[in-house]
């Protein structure tokens, strides 16, 4: 059986327009982000099935916050 791996680094100057830019969710108002990622799927590179991926990822963001939480949010997890 075969086997598609991705192995990859994402960086971005401004993570909240490449957020906007995919079409997601503008509430993190962040410039700074990295990713490292490698994943595994069973198949070809277009059979990709978020279920069966394996690996690991790693996201790590700069200096920001999330912004639109509701006030409980914000007091229960301390953010915005």
């Given at each position: ?19 906007k ?11 700074q ?48």
């Open positions: 059986s075969k086997m598609t791996q991705l192995t990859g680094t994402l960086s971005t100057n401004n993570l909240s327009q490449a957020l830019s995919l079409g997601l969710s503008g509430n993190m108002d962040a410039k982000a990295s990713s490292q990622f490698k994943l595994t799927w069973p198949g070809a590179p277009w059979q990709m099935k978020i279920s069966a991926l394996q690996g690991s990822a790693n996201l790590n963001i700069g200096a920001g916050k999330i912004t639109g939480l509701s006030q409980s949010a914000d007091a229960s997890v301390g953010l915005g």
